[in-house]
Each structure stands twice: as C-alpha cells, then as structure tokens.
C-alpha cells in the first residue's frame, strides 16, 4: 500500500529541504505484479536536478528509499551506472545520463502489489529532488481489492493529471482511528499535512476514496492547535463487511488537480478475545520470520522483500510493508493495530567512521585570548563609552532533568547515560536529575514529560505507515497490559513492536514485544501540562526528527528547541559524537542551542554497517547518511548573558564604586571574569586588564579628574572553557566640579545653590530621590480564578502578585526588566478563562490580547502597570434526546481568528467525565459540527433534530451538520437534540448532558 515518503515530510517540518521540487517527466514505464518474486517494473524518464556532484543519489518508489553513494556507480563518461544483482529485493540497473540528464531504473521482487492511489517516483540528492505522482492502472477485481494473486498481471502506469509540484505539496493524509469496525457507524478524522502552502486552494482540499468511486468523505479545514499547514475533517465511516478503504487528499493549485498519497482505513471485524490471541500469536510468528530471514540473507534489502511476503501470510496480519525510511517492517494486524519489527540496522561496536565522509578532528588547543579586545565607541566627545554587542541569549531558568531510557544500550553506546554523565559532571549548574529507566519507561511514564526543563529520550524509534514517528517504551505486551491500552491500540496512538537482532551494543529485548508511543498520542491524549518555557528535548532515536513530534513539543507543549534524527542512525555516532559534543556545548561551554548544534560534527553519520550480498558473497559497506537536525530557538542557553550593577554610576573624585557582574543560572559554577577599563578617569583594582573569578570589582575615581566617563567591559568565561559566554559594558561617570557651590551640568545641584532640589542636594552633586518602586494592578478579575504575575528577573520573585503586587527597590534601581503573567487554566475546560486585552504603564510588551504575555520596563526607574483582563466567555454544548449510537459533537475555532483558541470533541459515551466546553475569545469565529442522517434514506440510527443559541436554525443535515457564528461577550450553551431515525431495531438510548459551565472557574 502506498505509506507516503517520510523523508520529504521529516525535512519539511524541521526546514532543512527547499519546496521547490522540480517535476520528472515519464517516457516509459512498465510494472507487473504478482507471482513468486513479486513485483518488477522498469521506468525510465528524465531529470532536471545536478547530480554529477550528488553524493548520495537518491531514488524513491512509493515509499522504499534508495540511497547510492557515487562510490557505488561505474563512471563511463558522463554515465553513472549501479548495478545491484538480480534477485528479489534488488535494483538490478541504475543507469544515469548526466548530459541528456536521462535515467533508468530497473528493480525486480518489491513489494508493489497492495499500492493504492497515487505514489512517488523521485530521482535526486538529499537536498533536492524531481518528482512526480504515478498510479498503477488496475486489471482485475483482486487487484482493485488490494487482494494478492500469483498470476502475474502488468499494469499500466498512469501520470495522474494534477500541479508538476505535487510531490512536495501535500503530505501523506492519515486517519485516526487507523481501524473502524464493520457494522458500526464510527467517527473517523482525517488529517493530512501542507508542505508547501504557496498557491493552494486551501479551501478546495477534500479526502477522496482513491478506488472507482472517487466519493467525496469529508472537507477539510485548518486544524485547531499549533500545527501549521495541519487540515482535518471528521466523517462517520460505516461499512457491512471488513474491508480497506483507500483514500487520498485532492485539491486545486491554480487551474490543476492537486494529489496526496495514497492511504488506507481498514475496516476489521469486532475484535474478539480469539482475535487477540490471534495478534499474539502473529507477533511470535513475525520474529521468527526476521531471524529466519536475517540470518539467510543478512540485514538487507532482500531480506526485507522476503520478510514482507512471508508476513503477509500469517494469520492475524493483516498487511506487512516497509516503513516510510525503508529500514523497518510496518505491520498492521488484523484487529487494525499498528505494528513495527525494528531493524535498524546496527555498526559494530568499536566501528569506525567511513574513509568516504570526513569524520570528527579534535580540535587544537585555543590560545590565550588576547587582551584589550574591547572596542570605544568615542566618538570625539570623551564620552568614554564601549561598544558592547552582547549575544543574544533566553535563559533556561529550569533545572530539572528527566532522562527517559528503556535500556536498550550498553552504558558506552547508550546516550542516556552520556547525557547524565554531562549532567552530573556540571552539577554546579544546580540541576536536578531523574531518570525512568528499563521497565518504569512505560506509556503511562511519557505524561511526565512535560514537567521537565530538559528531556533527554534514548530509545529505539521508527516510522509507521502514514509517515508519523513511534518510540519504543520497556513495557512488555501481556494480557494485562494488552487490556490497559487496549482504546489507544484501536485508535492507533499505541502500536506494538518487535525488535530483531542488533550489534554487542545492544541490549535483548522480550521476545514478547514493546509498547510503541505516536506522536499522535500527544496531541489525542489528555498529556497535561506545558513545558517550562524554553526546555531543551534531545530525542535519541532512529528517525525522531522524521515526523511531527517536534513540532507537537515546540508548538502544543511550549517547548523551546528540538534535537534529533531524520533517519535510521548508529549508536557510535549518537554516543560518541553527537551528544558528548551537544551536551559539552550547552554544559561546558554554555552556548546556546543554535551555537551548540552548530559545533556538532560531522551532521551526517560517518559510520557504516557491513552488509553481505547473498548473491557474490561481497561484502561492503552501506552509509546510513542519517543527519543531526535541531528545530526550534536558537538562542536558549543554560546561563544567561551577563550583565553589570550599579548601571552607570556617578563618583566624585577620590570616591570609589564596587561593580558586580552577574550571569543568570550559573548557580555556583566559579566563573572567570576579565575585567577591561579605559583607565582615562579612574582605574580598576589590580589593573585596568585583569583576569579573575571574582564576581566583583572595586573602581577607583582619580583625585584629580576632570568630568568624564570610563567605559568599564567584563568578559565571562565558563570553568572550563576559553570560550566566552558573553561581554557586559557599564560607564562609570567621575564628575569634577561638584562641591564648588556652582550648579555646572551634568550637575544637578551644587551646595547651596539646590534650586533644582532644596534640601535635598547629595554630596555628589545630584537630587536625592527616593527609591524607584514598581506597582502593578489589575483590572478585570472576576472571582478567584488564577492569575499570577512575577518579575523573570528575580530569583525568589520580587514580585509575585497575588498577593505582593509592588516592589521598592533601592537607590539605584529596582532591577526588574520584565513582568511575566502566568493564567491558570479553568479546571472544567483546561484552558484559561482570560486574555490580557492591554497593558499600561510597559516600554513594549509581546503580542496582546494574549493568555500569558509580557510586559517590559526600565529596570531604574518608577513604573506603575496596570493589566487589563478580558474574559474569555464559554462555548459549549449540551446533549438531549435518545439515539441508536452515541453522538459525537465537535467544536473549532474558525475564520475571523481574533486570538489563541483550540477545538474541543464532545462524545455522548463520556458525558459524565467531559466538559464539552473550552473559553474563546470575543469576537472569534466557531464551528460545530456533528454527522447525522435523514429518512427516508438512513444508514445511522442518529439524527439531530435541533441546535439552539447561535447555532438555531443553522445546516442540518442529512449527513453533516455545520454551524458557524462569530462568538459574543456572553457564555453560550448550545442543546443539541438527537433521536433515532424511525426503521432501525435498535433499542435507542437517552444521551443527556453535561451540565454547560459558565463563568472562569473556580
């Protein structure tokens, strides 16, 4: 079946591929499937891409991946030729012209006979690629079925009509749940991912069942959350028999017919308790076909090929294939479970990086910095100033650490263990570890993972058939756990997964199986809570960066940066290269993220693994070319940037000033400062260019000087590094007039001429005022629902309002820069009730109206804030009346968006434990919607027969039923009335409630 491309998805989410594909175009084509070696087909067509300095190519089929390193091809000419062998399972010819920019392609044993709907056929290098969507001309009821056949059939190759750029515009669609049963009306969502927006008629993107039919399920519409370019639908699937249903998104790009992939729904019989003994027992059998397989053919290609027939096969699976990356075997069984035997493949333990890509220098040792690297910025005037350019940085105030391994690696190999050795190792930076390990690492242990400033996962990962991204956790199968996610296996947000045999670096796994955690888990699970603002995930796995999951991190849980992997990757590199190295820069060296990934080298996996060719023998070497990717902020760091107090003191001669310089989060780390002053109106104690860990340093004003200022700049270095975390400046003004009983600029009084400030002149010639302070009050607060507001600046706060909502600070200043506001979420809808509509009283502020912006002020001087609280007024809905099935109504924000909003899903079997509500802002746009059916033609025994409030008299049916209103200042509860078509035996039951809730919450 066509499973979609990951690799094209995987770049597209973290910005490391370009959306301008350019289009292959087709001469000839021919495929035949079925019979004992499977599919063969040969293409030949032409390219427009440079692949002359192309290393690797990289052919795609549907969704199995061919690498070739330009070692690999015979060079005659301007021809590259690779030649595989024959067999199953091989590219028999590769042949490329790069003059003419021809190519052939020939392949023999793939397995291609359960395609449906479009498919990728791609020639290009791993930055960019020609594309183009194929789909097999069917002959025959079995073949349309997707039914095997061992009478060989040929096909035609069909280019559908649709946009050149079709490949790279729409992902691979997916459904959740991945299975329906038959005979049951079950509501089903649809979710397919744009890939490259430009030109898309968004609102023309339907779902398409992709056999003759070509019928419409539902249209999409922009997700609710913080997936960019996400568009879902929902639609009640209803089908007598088990069957597969493919489909496929289309759309309009411009006056063109715009594809997806093709994808499958299947639809399985009710599950039984023989059914499940079924699955367990296809488990069993799925292992000892790979170790059968592996230990005859080696970890290859071919022994993959062969793997997937023989799977086919055996009862209770329902379908076998290669995963998206084509390093592992997607399983589907017969209940509709999602499975995946894990093979990727392993390196050697004492491996070494591949002669062909350049692997990790050590670096020599940096020499001593030079002095003086301080730049003036007089410009004439004796203004004494430095420019001071420091580096952007966001402090990661959080210290807790959570390293999250099942124990599938040896400690050398395993890079949970290098994370907390780093860890551990840089303590002083006051962190605080814990570690879930070997079984404890199960699917109820990943809803602590927002709790955590830094996530640290180690684990075996892979793709499933839609291209979403599945982790292993050390919870084995058994009946009793089968039981316990038994709704999340229906419903595909848990797989199962076998893992084959690995390197010594592996650890064995429970041939019973492991609990597999999508990334769809997160976003369809009540996972509570948001990840402390700017939190570090390093996602240790074969393919973590080949999905959403960082997305679904950085966008639905807040947080702030993203390591990982786009394919299948060896632990050599992993432990020895990429962590050490990632870690030791954010720790050691305490860059920032973007700066750490930056020193992380090679990006690509230098380490091969041996592969043997059943055929000749040979022996050689595969590259895994898997690259390091980083998504997310660039400019968070464990410690912040410096900075220096008093700001811009003022001295009489002969007077001194004691200058502190403080980096945030460097917890009791003895940091080494460099001290630099100009030295033209005072001098620094021990010298104007002194290095030491000394947080503070005394200034000496001359007895003698005339009025100026010195610019005074402190470079701060980390314990162990010669690599600075970042320069702070301060001007030290030295006044030379004061006490002479005249007012002379920049005095502001003399003695006794103190018109300016009678009474209150200072010796050092200035009024004195008295301390800045900072008041905040807010406005707008209804009852007691949370809200906290607290200076980031202080470490307790300083102000934590409430109760505390001022702070008086000193004679220098109050220091506090920021104000941050933190709702707590209505408990009944879990979202917040409030938005700040306006500040007043902040020198800019983030973007209003928000649940938790930011307020910024002068850190010197007196501020009086008020905060502006706006309610959010509740949408919600209420069931009433009886029907043959449970009801399902969802609600979503839609066009005019005024603010942040999410949807919300009422089910009537959960009315005693949902709140069918969330708070929306006014003025926002929102859509209902629920499916129902009309006599006299009614196949679901439901029907909404009403909705009221802003919905009353709006779209029902028959089949959908939408409503759509602008949200006012009121809460709004909405009764839908449902009944039971007249015609069906069954016996209706009453759905009644919740109870609509109103106001902000307790």
């Known amino acids: ?67 070739v390193p330009l070692a690999s091809f015979a060079r005659k000419g301007k021809t590259l030729t690779y030649r595989g062998g ?40 791993e930055d960019s690629t020609d594309c183009r969507l194929l789909q097999l001309g069917r002959r025959g009821k079995s073949a349309q079925t997707g039914g095997t056949s061992h009478k060989p059939q040929h096909l035609a190759v069909v280019t559908p009509t649709g946009a050149d750029a079709g490949c790279d515009r729409l992902g691979t669609p997916h459904a959740v749940p991945v299975a329906v049963p038959a005979a049951t ?36 519409a922009p997700a609710a959350g913080p997936l960019a370019n996400r568009f879902t639908c929902t639609t009640t699937v209803t089908e007598a028999v088990p069957t597969t249903i493919p489909f496929a998104v289309e759309g309009r790009l411009g006056n063109a017919t715009l594809l997806s992939p093709g994808a499958t729904l299947a639809v399985v019989a009710p599950i039984t308790d023989v059914a499940v003994n079924e699955v367990l ?23 993959r090929m062969e793997a997937i027939r023989r799977l086919r096969a055996i009862d209770g699976i329902l379908d076998a294939d290669l995963s998206p990356d084509g390093s592992d075997i997607a399983l589907r069984y017969a209940t509709g479970w999602l499975g995946l035997l894990i093979l990727n493949r392993p390196g050697d333990d004492a491996a070494s990086p591949a002669p062909a890509v350049q692997a990790l220098r050590t670096s020599p040792p940096l020499p001593p910095r030079p002095r003086g690297i301080f730049r003036s910025c007089d410009d004439g005037s004796g203004s004494g100033t430095l420019c001071c350019t420091p580096d952007r940085r966001d402090l990661l105030e959080g210290r807790t650490v959570l390293i999250w391994d099942p124990g599938f690696f040896t400690a050398a190999l395993d890079d949970g263990a290098v994370a907390e050795a780093k860890f551990q190792e840089h303590a002083c930076l006051g962190f605080t570890v814990t570690k879930i390990a070997g079984a404890a690492a199960d699917v109820a242990s990943v809803h602590q993972f927002p709790a955590y400033s830094t996530l640290v996962m180690s684990t075996h990962g892979g793709i499933d058939p839609y291209g979403r991204f599945l982790f292993a956790t050390g919870e084995r199968v058994t009946a009793e756990t089968f039981q316990q996610h038994r709704a999340d296996l229906d419903n595909g947000l848990v797989g199962i997964a076998d893992i084959g045999q690995f390197s010594r670096s592996v650890i064995p796994v429970p041939k019973d199986g492991l609990f597999l955690v999508s990334e769809d888990y997160f976003t369809h699970r009540p996972v509570a809570g948001r990840f402390p603002e700017n939190a570090i995930v390093y996602a240790s796995a074969c393919s973590s960066a080949a999905g959403h999951l960082a997305n679904v991190f950085i966008g639905a849980f807040g947080a702030g940066a993203y390591f990982g992997f786009d394919r299948d990757v060896s632990q050599p590199y992993t432990t020895q290269q990429v962590a050490p190295q990632l870690f030791d820069g954010l720790l050691k060296h305490l860059r920032t993220t973007a700066k750490a990934y930056e020193k992380v080298t090679p990006k690509v996996d230098p380490f091969p693994f041996v592969e043997q060719d ?15 990717v980083h998504a997310g902020r660039d400019d968070i760091a464990y410690v912040d940037a410096p900075t220096v107090t008093p700001e811009s003191p003022t001295l009489q001669p002969g007077e001194q000033a004691m200058l502190t310089v403080e980096a945030k989060g460097s917890g009791t780390c003895d940091l080494t400062h460099h001290w630099y002053n100009e030295g033209k109106h005072g001098h620094l104690e021990g010298g104007d260019d002194v290095q030491n860990t000394s947080t503070e340093m005394t ?19 980390p314990p162990d590094s010669d690599e600075p975390i970042g320069v702070a400046c301060d001007d030290v003004k030295v006044l030379a007039q004061c006490g002479d009983g005249v007012r002379q600029d920049p005095e502001e009084c003399d003695g006794a001429d103190a018109a300016a400030c009678p009474g209150q002149c200072a010796a050092d010639c200035t009024c004195t005022h008295g301390p800045p302070r900072v008041d905040v009050e807010i406005q707008g607060l209804v009852g007691n629902a949370g809200w906290q507001i607290v200076d980031a600046d202080g470490t307790p706060p300083r102000i934590a309002c409430p109760p505390t909502c001022s702070y008086v600070g000193t004679a220098t200043g109050h220091g506090i820069g920021r104000l941050r506001v933190f709702p707590a979420d209505d408990p009944r809808t879990h979202d917040p009730p409030y938005d700040v509509a306006s500040f007043t009283g902040c020198v ?72 069918c509500a969330r708070h929306f802002p006014p003025g926002q746009g929102v859509g209902l919607g629920t499916a129902s059916d009309n006599p006299p033609d009614s196949r679901f025994p439901i029907q909404l ?58």
């Open 1 to 67: 079946m066509s499973r979609g491309w990951a690799f094209l998805g995987a770049t597209v989410v973290l910005g490391a591929l370009a959306t301008g594909a350019a289009a292959l175009t087709l001469d000839a084509a021919s495929v035949t499937i079925g019979g004992k070696q499977g599919a063969t087909f040969r293409f030949r067509g032409r390219y427009t891409g440079a692949l002359d300095a192309a290393d690797p190519v990289v052919v795609t089929v549907d969704h199995a991946v061919l690498r």
């Open 844 to 915: 800019g502020t983030t973007g209003l109206p928000a649940p938790g912006p930011s307020c910024f002020i002068n850190g010197s001087t007196s501020a009086h804030v008020v905060v502006n609280l706006r309610y959010r007024p509740i949408v919600a809905v209420s069931m009433a009346g009886e029907a043959g099935q449970a009801p399902t109504v969802s609600g979503n924000p839609v066009d005019p968006f005024v603010g942040e909003a999410i949807g919300f899903a009422c089910n009537g079997n959960q009315l005693l434990t949902q709140t």
């Open 86 to 125: 024959r067999g199953a399972g091989r590219v028999s010819l590769l042949r490329l012209d790069l003059k003419r920019r021809r190519f052939v392609l020939d392949a023999s044993g793939w397995p291609l006979d359960r395609i449906v709907g479009p498919f990728r056929l791609a020639v290009g290098s």
């Open 281 to 303: 027992a296809a488990r069993v059998a799925a292992h000892d076909v790979w170790s059968d397989v592996e230990g005859r053919l080696g970890d290859s290609l071919p022994a």
């Open 945 to 1002: 027969v009403s909705w009221d409030g802003p919905c009353a008299g709006q779209g029902i049916g028959p089949g959908g039923n939408q409503c759509t209103f602008v949200h006012g200042d009121a809460d709004a509860c909405i009764t839908t009335t449902f009944r039971q078509p007249d015609g069906f035996g069954t016996t209706p039951r009453p759905f009644v409630g919740p109870t609509c809730p109103t106001g902000p919450g307790p």
């Open 614 to 628: 059943p055929v000749t023998n040979k022996k050689f070497l595969v590259h895994r070319f898997a690259r390091f």
């Open 185 to 220: 009306a079950t509501p089903v969502e649809f979710t397919v991912d744009l890939l490259a927006p430009t030109g898309v008629d968004t609102s023309s993107l339907r779902v398409v069942r992709a056999d003759q039919s070509h019928a419409t399920l539902c249209a999409l």
């Open 699 to 717: 200034y000496d004003a001359q007895a003698g000087a005339e009025s100026g200022a010195d610019g005074v700049g402190i470079e701060v270095f």
